[in-house]
Nanobody
Framework: VQLQASGGGLVQAGGSLRLSCAAS????????MGWFRQAPGKEREFVAA????????YYADSVKGRFTINRDNARNTVYLQMDSLKPEDTAVYYC???????????????????WGQGTLVTVSS
């Protein structure tokens, strides 16, 4: 399984970015997906997750109401729309996939088996 994240960049506070994660190597539509982030000097933290069919989503409290996760199973891609960005959102963002098809959506990183390479988001004040 390969995950390729893209879409990061430099944005001013209050601005928006959309991250993409393209998946290959297995039937994408059978698996939940997640986004995590890691700021400099901090541990990796959960951001958002989406079920295999897009019917369920789950967000960290810190991004709820500002970020939206969705997916396009026809394009094997999961997205993270980030609005009202804050300087504290600055981090490397990673997409991740669990090993089990049709499973639940999780916030714990140890339940994800496959990880993308990360894309850097920098929010200036």
């Amino acid at each position: 399984v390969q995950l390729q994240a893209s879409g990061g960049g430099l944005v001013q506070a209050g601005g928006s970015l959309r991250l993409s994660c393209a998946a290959s190597g297995r039937t994408f539509s059978r698996y939940a997906m997640g986004w995590f982030r890691q700021a400099p000097g901090k541990e990796r933290e959960f951001v958002a997750a989406i079920s295999w069919n897009g019917g369920s989503t789950y967000y960290a409290d810190s991004v709820k109401g500002r970020f939206t996760i969705n997916r396009d199973n026809a394009r094997n891609t999961v997205y993270l729309q980030m609005d009202s960005l804050k300087p504290e959102d600055t981090a490397v963002y990673y997409c991740a996939a669990p090993p089990t098809a049709y499973g639940g959506i999780w916030s714990r990183s140890e339940l994800y088996q496959y990880w993308g390479q990360g894309t850097l988001v920098t929010v200036s004040s």
